[in-house]
């Protein structure tokens, strides 16, 4: 395998990243999987496809690994976490020494190096026998990976460098950072290129076809952004065209009848119809390629464990969460175990290691782990090995069942809060069916009106435990957030706790090694020039 030369290593290696004395070997020795080799020459469309490969799975692993549970789950009061790596926004102490802000941080930026040299460099290394469509599909991904590393940087420290091509800045690495209009701005340009240039789909039972993302994904998330924004009408348009494009579908809706929620966090059903954007993992031998959930969030007892590995339950739900549920809702089971509950497709190893059982009734708060929570993680947890299910596992006990970053459900609440703009309630007939679909799924009664309080509480239960809470406590009032954060109980069964966030909270520090290589990050941002 040749290596990326010495100029194109430093632009994977931004100086932002602290890459450039830590990492070095990561970049200029990955296999071609992980990265686009830029010294290569792509001579026909399999390998062009390829090139793209990695920033679906490893250059997300840094991410979606720890931090993005401690910050985004923890941090919003829907975790609870007393292991000293992850615990930090339990209380609000996070600052910029903390290893998991940094590996965060770290992977966000190689995710923009990545795409950056894919957007610059890959379409004057191709053959002319390479296709069009093909070329211009890879440059997409490309657009929308930047587009999705950026919203989580401006969503999680507000100002940071806009960088379009890492050439730029190879004999300058201190920057300034811009503002946060400013990046929302190119947020938007990368999805609307992405929208252009990527293939459109139509997600089928073939769910090995359905793991890259389309025009119609990049419509989805744009909807997002657009709703972040306040930008209703745009966003509600999006909203609409996705929906009425037919690409995606509910698992356990009218067109899916025959699955349920149940089955979205199940190994066979790995980019299924309602998944717009997962990331890919993929057992290949290397540590930082694969889903570590299961172990991070199973239950471990000295009777059994749902973990591959000797440990598990890094994580538990909140006291704050075990009682939001209305009576006959469906998903609670599937997200949150409580004492008694049983699984019977989650395999459990027994009697310290020697004994496997397929099945098991979750035993009593005192036992079940989890961090003294009294209670356990159901989503993304399936049991040892796979449970009942094939797929392979790696030397660190990870797995490769995807991470979503958005499902269809999300996509038809935002439609839903799109259509009430702001306002105080709606009745509008478009609004209530999506918002009834993700409702009467899990087993509840429709509704014939709606809040933002009922939309915002749809979503918490919805998407708890995939990352969005934090952020939506983000979109609300600070007083009205800050509220909400202090009088959740964020200790564990053996004592109560509560904290009160501070308004500079809600954004997160710089880490500190990279402020010691570009003090600038901490002076006041900059306009952006767009060329």
Known sequence: MKKISKGYAFLAALALTGLLSSCTQEFTDRPAEDAITLDNYYQNDAQVESATNGMYSRTWFNFGNKFFYAIAEVGSGNMYSGSS?????????????????FSGWKSLWSNVAQANNVINFLPSRVSPAVSTDVLNNAVGEAYFMRATAYFYLVRLWGPVPIIENNLDYIDTPQMNTNRIEDIYTLIEKDYLKAIELLKEKTR?????????????????????????LKKYAESKALAEDVINSGEFKL?????????????????????????IFAIQWVVDGRYGSANNANTQFGISTPALTTSNASYGGVFGPS????????????RRKETIMLPGDVYPDIKVRTNSGLTDQMGFTVPSAADIGGQGAGAAIKKYVIGI????????????????NNTYIMRYAELLL???????????????ANALASFNAVRTRAGLTAKTSITFDDIFQERRKELMFEGDYWFDLGRLPR???????????????????YFTPAANDFYLPYPDNDLAKNPKLLEAPVPYNFE
């Open 204 to 228: 089928g039972s073939n769910y090995t076809a359905n793991g890259r993302v389309s025009k119609g994904s990049a419509k989805a998330m744009l909807a997002k952004v657009y709703l972040y």
């Open 251 to 275: 698992l356990g809706g009218s067109s899916l009848p025959n699955k349920s929620f149940h089955d979205l966090f199940t190994f066979p059903n790995n980019n299924n119809e309602e998944s």
């Open 319 to 330: 006291q704050d969460v075990l009682n939001i549920w209305e009576a006959g809702d469906l």
């Open 85 to 101: 790596d992850v615990s930090a926004m339990r209380n609000f102490s996070l600052n910029g020494s903390d290893n998991e802000l």
């Open 479 to 497: 007083e009205q957030a800050t509220a909400i954060m202090a009088a959740q109980n964020r200790g564990n069964m053996f004592g109560a706790e």
């Open 414 to 428: 935002i439609h839903a809060e799109a259509t009430l703009a702001g306002g105080a309630s709606t009745s509008d």
């Open 385 to 400: 090995e796979n449970g009942d299910q094939t797929g392979p596992i790696d030397n660190w006990r990870m797995m490769e």
